[in-house]
């Protein structure tokens, strides 16, 4: 049976949606990524504002040509490391140039991205960042990423209390549905976030691969610099953001990561990276690299919320092997698969969330798992208190010294009940299940619940009319405040208590 969220390792529905518009744009003189109606900023209490610049606060929907334009790449300067690398004259343009390039395409190069590699379709695509070990290591550990990446390290949030925080709402629903998504561009301070089931799904994600092993742990050989600068991005962003909670000591030399929230400390040299992530980060990580023929594939991971698949299943495909069960798929994205993550920028990180209904809360569901019995049936003994809304809220990002793409999601589970009060939400939720496309409801999975679903949304939807939470004759359409809806930042005070 098809999955409900994610089947891919690389965030099937993130891909999907860039390329089905890239595709689009062909043959649409004029595409933007908002579904529908004008998008009002985000905002969040305790921060400042998220963008890198002041003007694009408010632009919370990205247009494909903002995410991977040509004159975006060719324009792209490199960082250098932050210290000299021992030894070596500090490289021209030509020779860094040729260095990035995998060793069967190099040649002389006259200036940046003249040499180009092709799509197997006829066009062509500026090659990646593909640095020698030996200049990864003159980084040393922790170095300034901010500067690398060009993405600012988050605000401090020194309000939040990890007994109380609830995820921010996320109600990523879309009509017209089709396989397609607004992105937007990644948030700065929500990169990561945590809530206040840390403690048990820390402890859930390490009992899981006790059990699993590399199912859901696991890395080829090759990929070492990129999860050792993964995780280190990640505790950087820990300690700036919630510096209550978690310190660094000695980062430069003998780096203890210290975790007030479990009381522990972790000598980080001690472990291999993606098991400091899996004791102490509750998300999920895929990491991406090119081969020497330009193609991307899954190289390591620490993934435990994954439905219908395992990281043991996926680990060494290739992205188009990878997809290949999704619907249109074939004939509308992958083409330009390689294409797009061969562009992606390091200071243009991407958001947007998948979401399926589900019956309790299955967060790890490997092909036969016993949880799969609720997807085939009916149940007549279904209640309204067994259905969750599951969101994997997901960005996707360039490393900036390996040149590796990570995905990364966490899976946040909601009562539908919720839904009862949030203006539009109940209306939009049952226009995807009532009339969305039925290969796409099929893959999604929603059926076995919708005799209870269904009804209820109904009711939601009378009552919200009745009340005027919504304005008469409202024409269903994605929310203008989506990922969110209109009221969400009081709820979500009002709930978590801060």
């Known amino acids: 049976m ?21 595709y689009s744009r062909r043959t649409a003189p004029h595409f933007s990524l908002a579904d529908r109606g004008r998008r009002t900023p985000v905002e969040t209490a305790g921060t400042p504002p998220r963008s890198l610049t002041p003007n694009l606060a408010s632009e919370k929907n990205v247009k494909i040509e903002d995410i991977a334009r040509p004159e975006d790449v060719s324009g792209y300067s490199f960082p250098q490391p932050t210290a000299p690398i021992p030894n070596r004259r500090k490289p021209s343009i030509t020779a860094l140039m040729t260095n990035l390039l995998p060793t069967s395409r190099r040649g ?10 092709t799509d197997g379709e006829g066009g062509a695509f500026p090659p990646v960042v593909n640095r020698s070990k030996e200049e990864i290591e003159s980084y040393g550990d922790f170095p300034d990423y901010a500067a690398l990446t060009g993405v600012r390290l988050p605000a401090p949030y020194m309000e939040f209390d990890i007994k109380k925080a609830l995820p921010r709402p996320y109600r990523p629903f879309r009509w017209a549905y089709h396989q397609t998504m607004s992105l937007t561009k990644m948030e700065p301070d929500w990169w990561l976030e945590l809530e206040n089931t840390y403690v048990d799904r820390i402890a859930q994600r390490k009992s899981l691969y006790a059990q699993h092993r590399k199912q859901v742990l696991d890395y080829l050989p090759g990929t070492e610099a990129a999860c050792k600068e993964l995780m280190e991005m990640c505790l950087e962003f820990l300690v700036t953001r919630y510096p209550h909670y978690f310190t660094l000591k000695d980062r430069h030399t003998s780096p203890i990561f210290g975790n007030k929230i479990l009381d522990k400390e972790f000598r980080i040299k001690d472990m291999h990276p993606l098991h400091v992530l899996l004791e102490n980060v509750p998300e999920d990580f895929a990491i991406t690299l090119q081969d020497d023929q330009g193609f991307y594939s899954f190289r390591a991971g620490v993934i435990c919320s994954s439905l219908g698949w395992n990281v043991g299943t996926k680990i060494g495909m290739k992205l188009h092997e990878i997809h290949k069960p999704i619907p249109d798929y074939k004939e509308k994205m992958q083409k330009s698969m390689d294409r797009y993550f061969t562009k992606m920028q390091t200071n243009k990180p991407i958001q947007r969330g998948s979401w399926g209904l589900e019956v309790g809360q299955p967060l790890f569901m490997p092909p036969g798992d016993p949880h799969e019995a609720h997807r085939t049936a009916q149940s007549p003994s279904l209640t309204l208190d067994d259905v969750n809304l599951r969101v994997d809220w997901q960005t996707l990002r360039r490393l900036p010294l390996s040149g590796a793409v990570v995905f990364n999601f966490k899976a946040l589970f909601t009562p539908i009940q919720e839904f009862r009060d949030e203006p539009g939400v109940p209306q939009l939720v049952l226009k995807v299940l009532k009339e969305g496309k039925k290969s796409l409801m099929e893959y999604k999975n929603t059926w076995h619940v919708e005799h209870v679903a269904i009804p209820a949304l109904e009711e939601w939807s009378k009552e919200q009319a009745e009340e005027g939470l919504m ?21 979500w005070h009002r709930q978590q208590g801060f």
């Open 2 to 22: 098809p999955d409900t969220t994610l089947y891919g390792i690389v965030g099937i529905m993130v891909v999907a949606g860039v390329l089905y518009l890239s």
């Open 108 to 117: 002389s190069i006259a200036s940046p991205f003249t040499s180009t590699t």
């Open 471 to 491: 304005p008469e004759g409202w024409e269903v359409s994605t929310l203008a405040e989506s990922p969110w809806f209109r009221g969400w930042r009081e709820k």
